[in-house]
Every structure is written in C-alpha cells, then in structure tokens.
C-alpha cells in the first residue's frame, strides 16, 4: 500500500519562502511521477506542480512557475515543493501526490495515490 506522507507546512509572511518534502513508503519510488496539489478555502483543487521519475521532466501551473521548484530524490524516495516568493494567494493546503508512469500529469482524475496535506498559510 503506498502511503505519501508531507512535511515542512507552515506560517510564513509575504515574499518569504516554505520547502515542502513528501516521503513515499510501500512501493518503488523510481516507477512514479510525483506532484503537489493545492485546494484553498471555497476553491476547488488545483494543479501546482509535477516531476517526471526522472526528475528532468517538470511541469508547473502559471501561477506558480518562476517562484515554484518542484525535486525528487529516487535514492530517498523523497520530493520537494521550494516555494519562494509566496503571496496570500499562495495560502492553501498542500498535497502531495503519485502516478504510476514516467510523466507527470495536470489532472487530478489521473492521479493514483494523494498524501494526507500540509497546511501553507502566507500572511499579507
């Protein structure tokens, strides 16, 4: 059973930064594409970013691209979220999540396991 488990949520001000970590148990890392979701109060799910397994292959939302860096470590099973120059907007809980395949995906009808979230709250 493959569990995802996030860390490193928190408060932080504007213009400030958060490092978000996810650790992936019960299965073989190297065989998923990871990423990380975010649902804000009274708004629905959304995309935020995605590693191939190999880590060359990222994708990210336009909201976030240019202030979000999304790694992996395969020989840690682990995946980080850098997020710098956060705005109020960015304040969200944040899940992590996994698909088996090589690519990472933008859609959440796709995604095969979510970890349990991580509340990011940026205070203006």
């Known amino acids: 059973q493959v569990q995802l488990v996030e860390s490193g949520g928190g408060l932080v001000q504007a213009g400030g930064s958060l490092r978000l970590s996810c650790v992936l148990s019960g299965g073989h890392f190297s065989m998923y594409s990871t990423g990380w979701f975010r649902e804000a109060p009274g708004k629905e799910r959304e995309f935020v970013a995605g590693?191939?397994?190999?880590?060359?292959?990222?994708i990210y939302a336009d909201s976030v691209r240019g202030r979000f860096t999304v790694s992996r470590d395969n020989a840690r099973n682990t995946m980080a979220l850098q997020m710098n120059s956060l705005s109020p907007d960015d304040t969200a809980v944040y899940y992590c999540t996994a698909e088996a395949g090589p690519n990472p995906v933008y859609y959440s009808t796709l995604i095969d396991y979510w970890g349990q979230g991580t509340q990011v709250t940026v205070s203006s």
């Open positions: 590693i191939g397994t190999s880590g060359t292959n990222t």
